[in-house]
């Protein structure tokens, strides 16, 4: 069996060392993480790391901050042997094994299992075959929560550089980034949100250092873009209820992952039942992307 070694250095210099019996694992401060973080450190979900035929692989599921590859920040990328994935101030190191279930409980509760738990176990074992045999699509797919996360908070009208002159340069650097950031959107669609804030940015200082046409190009394209990938926020919502309630998984688990790009960085019921969805049609469908 697959599994990830763990070697956990906290700020205070505590180190943690896990060994987990799966080839995905959630590293944030959420309840349900397998490496679970404090809240000062890390996001609800900040990485995703999954085991693939080519190796170790990690995505960002947090921007605020984004989490490091030896020191350099991003998005989505290979995890080579000996590299250190740092989350806010952890770092953590990781590598694949081959670990039996023995050695992986032993790893992770590091105490002696009774006899007993060995024969409950195995008693276990049909049922729940049985109950994998007969799980529904309801169980599978649960109704979503009534209130979703908003894409941005209220939008920034204030530039926080006083003299005009530095306003201006930071103006250009976020109208930059911005514009960067819309173009990698149909590729990444959490691009075309960061991007929105960035826009705004510019606008507002735009605006402080007496520029008036570039704040008003910069505002309109951050209003243009916020209707937009509110829009489409809207659709994917829709197409995933609509995908669940035909039972369609395949559907639903395609529109969960853009749902889950969209609204990275946020918190919620939403956000939790859009990751909790995901694992479970991952794990439905042997962990293969949609």
């Given at each position: 069996m697959n599994g990830l070694k763990f070697h956990i250095r906290y700020p205070d210099g505590k180190i943690e060392e896990l060994v987990i019996d799966s080839d995905r694992v959630l590293v944030g401060s959420g309840a349900h993480c397998e490496i679970r973080l404090p809240p000062e450190e890390a996001a609800v979900e900040h990485v995703a790391i999954h085991a693939t035929a080519e190796g170790l692989q990690a995505q960002a599921r947090a921007a605020q901050p984004y989490p490091t590859l030896n020191g350099m920040p991003f998005a989505q990328t290979a995890l080579p042997a000996g590299?250190?994935?740092g989350v806010g101030r952890v770092q953590i190191a990781l590598s694949m094994i081959e670990v039996t279930d023995a050695a992986a409980m032993i790893t992770r509760r590091k105490q002696r299992t009774s006899p007993?738990?060995?024969?409950?176990?195995?008693?276990?074992?049909?049922?729940?075959g049985y109950l994998l045999l007969v799980e529904d699509e309801e169980e599978v797919a649960p109704k979503p929560p009534d209130e979703f996360p908003a894409l941005w908070d209220a939008p920034i009208t204030s530039c926080t550089q006083q003299t005009a002159d530095?306003?201006?340069a930071l103006a250009a650097e976020k109208l930059a980034l911005a514009s960067a950031r819309r173009e990698?959107?149909?590729f990444r669609v959490q691009d075309g949100v960061a991007a929105v804030p960035l826009y705004e940015t510019a606008a507002a200082c735009?605006?402080?250092?007496e520029?008036?046409?570039q704040a008003r190009e910069a505002a309109e394209a951050a209003s243009h873009l916020r209707k937009e990938m509110d829009s489409d926020y809207r659709t994917h919502r829709v197409r995933l209820e609509h995908a669940l309630s035909v039972s369609d998984l395949q559907t639903a688990h395609r529109e969960a992952r853009v749902l889950i790009a969209l609204?990275?960085?946020r918190q919620g019921e939403y956000v939790t039942w859009l990751s909790n969805l995901d694992r479970k049609l991952q794990l439905k469908f042997g962990r293969k992307g949609p």
């Open positions: 590299a250190v994935l007993i738990t060995y024969v409950l176990a195995l008693l276990a074992l049909p049922l729940a530095q306003a201006s990698r959107r149909p735009f605006r402080a250092a520029n008036s046409e609204t990275e960085g």
